[in-house]
């Protein structure tokens, strides 16, 4: 069941690409079970780079079969959090759970949560498919969820090419691919539109959609409005390190003004 957030929070196509342009596939493995608890949550996090206060006391929270957009200006420490929620930064304060634990406390993390920080790292001689195979190996995820995964994201086709003939949005999607091998009830996606084509982003906001509506949950930041606009229905707005804005999106927009303006409105023009 959905709820909003609590009442104190106010294919990259190129010639020749053999990208599937056709619509996400439904992932076989989506069966996620919703909780009542918030699988995120993020209270009074702050993170300092030297002088640089990257996030200062930021709190929100993520209810199940959401998508939520984390929106800000350049530098305006959406990453960071994100890197923090994922244990691979430390806060210096605040705590940031999912399911109730630290990332590092979670017994299978990869069955939890799926994520896309940037286009990781390829052996750019290596094939799509053994590139995620050599992860789902790791990760004791059985090999099925190879071929399911490259299906979902559309990249069965180009499945056997090496990742160095990838197109950026190709990539993207094969970073994807990995992210969803564990059949994870939680992603966590940071700028994922990066490098797609308008055929890619729709396909993407379709795929998010239907991951939320199965009951999955996805935080996903953005500092592309058109993006992410109508793919979310809860945002959070940072600036500078701080949260300017946490609402459903409908409440939000709800006195006629556009996601834009209010997003305008809050932000600042420099990047931090
Ligand atoms: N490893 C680091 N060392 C020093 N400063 C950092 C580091 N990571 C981030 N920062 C600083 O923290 C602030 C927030 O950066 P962050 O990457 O979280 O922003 P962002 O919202 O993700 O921006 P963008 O939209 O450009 O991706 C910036 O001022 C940045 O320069
Ligand atoms: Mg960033």
Redesign the pocket.
């Known amino acids: 069941m959905r709820r909003s957030m609590r009442a104190d929070e106010t294919a990259a196509r190129s010639s020749g690409n053999p990208v599937s342009l056709d619509g996400p596939a439904r992932d076989p493995a989506v069966a996620r079970t919703t909780s009542a608890a918030d699988v995120v949550h993020v209270a009074s996090l702050s993170?300092r780079?030297?002088e640089?206060?990257?996030?200062d006391d930021v709190s929100f929270a993520l209810p199940a079969g959401s998508v939520t957009g984390?929106l800000?200006?350049?530098?305006?420490?959406?990453?960071?959090?994100?890197?923090v929620l994922l244990g691979l930064?430390e806060p210096h304060k605040g705590e940031a759970l999912i399911l109730g634990r630290r990332y590092r406390d979670l017994d299978r993390p990869m069955h939890v949560v799926g994520a896309v920080l940037e286009s990781g790292d390829f052996d750019p001689g290596r094939n799509g498919r053994d590139h995620l195979r050599v992860l789902a190996f790791a990760a004791d995820v059985p090999q099925r969820r190879v071929d399911e995964a490259l299906a979902v994201v559309g990249l069965a086709r180009a499945a056997k090419r090496a990742v160095r003939t990838y197109s950026l949005g190709m990539r993207q999607r094969l970073t994807l691919a990995a992210a969803l091998l564990g059949s994870p009830q939680l992603l966590v996606l940071?700028?994922p539109a990066n490098g797609l084509d308008a055929k890619g982003v729709h396909w993407l906001r379709t795929f998010l959609r239907g991951f939320a509506a199965d009951g999955g949950t996805v935080l996903v930041?953005?500092?592309v409005l058109a993006e992410i606009a109508q793919t979310v229905d809860h945002v959070v707005i940072?600036d500078?390190?701080h949260v300017v804005a946490r609402s459903s999106l409908a409440e939000l927009v709800a006195d006629g003004k556009t996601l834009e303006e209010v997003y305008l409105a809050l932000t600042s023009e420099d990047?931090?």
């Open positions: 993170k780079y030297g640089v206060v990257a996030a984390l800000g200006p350049n530098g305006a420490g959406k990453t960071t959090v994100l890197r930064a940071d700028e930041s953005s500092h940072v500078r390190g990047a931090a």
